[in-house]
């Protein structure tokens, strides 16, 4: 069944697990993302962006999710718009059945520059607003993070995104984040701790120590009801990218953030977690796997099955690693 997002991070933080927000633009990824939730017992996030919304049409979507919430009955759901920029694309979203919106109002409208923290607050708060007075949720945004937020920072050269912002940009203030929340009283909190989006993250193999765990227990002392979102979670896995390499793909090396960071930042109070550039990779080798091995095959669904089986591997993986298995 569809729940909104307060319902699902509510009984996460209860039990002390993260759920996976996977980003969703078609079937094949629905299918794939509720086999490895039904066979892990978890429940999960699909959030779609504007960009998928405009994809897949918004009666596509709802009609796709609302198949897949019948098709898979003991799986919780929740249907999140992913990034929403204005009021306008968070009330449509929720015309169109999602349980719950992100106001990411820390950008401009266009989304390329950083926003002011009154426009921020003032945006979200309407949004909040609104959507309480449906019953759906929202998370908000507090803090710059890299590639997506700057547009420049993360490089399709692969050149990594650090360095370019400077910390204080990069890190979200909990004294901050608790005026946001208590003015806004949105749900749920993406904060900048160290990720950016894409697959660029990092140039060189992390150490162990790219996540300030510090902002993510901080803001969680102050703010223990509000649920705390990290954005940029791909771990961009490197056998996705050697599988990508050996069938005619060009990925210049790259670093996402490990799994087991998430999972420390879990422990810290991290609840929902957004990971879209590993499920491109994951869908994307296979397709280009079945091509390098097979030139003589032209049927869809023998590129289709091999990219389900892959993202249902990866989703299945992450629901093991943050606890989500066994909570549906
Ligand atoms: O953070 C953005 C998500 O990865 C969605 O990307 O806007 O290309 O659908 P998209
Ligand atoms: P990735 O690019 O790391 O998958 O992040 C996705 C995301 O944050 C969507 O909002
Ligand atoms: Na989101
Ligand atoms: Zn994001």
């Not at 050149?159 to 370019?164: C, F, I, L, P, R």
């Not at 009283?185 to 990092?202: N, P, R, V, W």
């Not at 080798?285 to 032209?298: L, T």
């Amino acid at each position: 069944a569809l729940i909104t997002l307060r319902q699902l991070l509510d009984h996460a933080a209860e039990q002390g697990y993260g759920v996976p927000a996977f980003n969703i633009n078609n079937m094949e990824q629905g299918l794939a993302i509720l086999r490895a939730a039904e066979a892990c017992d978890a429940p999960v996030i699909l959030q779609a962006s504007r960009g998928a919304r405009s994809y897949a049409g918004d009666i596509m979507l709802r009609h796709m999710v609302e198949a897949l919430a019948e098709m898979f009955p003991r799986n919780p759901i929740v249907l999140h718009q992913d990034h929403g920029n204005n009021d306008a694309t968070c009330l449509s979203a929720i015309r169109h059945g999602f349980t719950s919106v992100m106001m990411d109002g820390s950008l401009e409208e266009d989304m390329k520059s950083p926003a002011s923290y009154d426009y921020n607050v003032e945006i979200t708060a309407r949004v909040t607003r609104a959507a309480h007075a449906v019953g759906a949720s929202v998370e908000g945004e507090l803090g710059v993070l890299g590639s997506l937020e700057t547009g420049e920072a993360a490089a399709e050269d692969g050149s990594g995104a650090e360095g370019k912002l400077d910390q204080s940009q990069l890190l979200t203030d909990p004294d901050q984040a608790v005026d946001f929340v208590l003015a806004t009283q949105c749900d749920a909190l993406a904060i900048a701790c160290g990720t950016s989006h894409g697959a660029y993250k990092f140039t060189r193999a992390p150490d162990g120590d790219i996540l300030s765990m510090k902002t993510i227990a901080a803001i969680h002392e102050k703010l223990p009801d509000t649920h705390l979102v990290m954005h940029g979670s791909s771990s961009v896995p490197q056998h996705l990218q050697d599988l990508i390499n050996q069938s005619g793909g060009h990925m210049p090396q790259t670093y996402g953030v490990p799994v087991e960071e998430i999972e420390r930042g879990i422990r810290m109070g991290v609840r929902k977690v957004n990971i879209d550039t590993d499920c491109r990779m994951a869908m994307t080798g296979q397709f280009r796997k079945v091509a390098m091995d097979k030139p003589e095959e032209f049927d869809p669904r023998k590129f289709m099955i091999p990219a389900m089986k892959e993202l249902e591997a990866l989703c299945t993986d992450r629901f093991e690693r943050f606890g989500t298995a066994g909570q549906a």
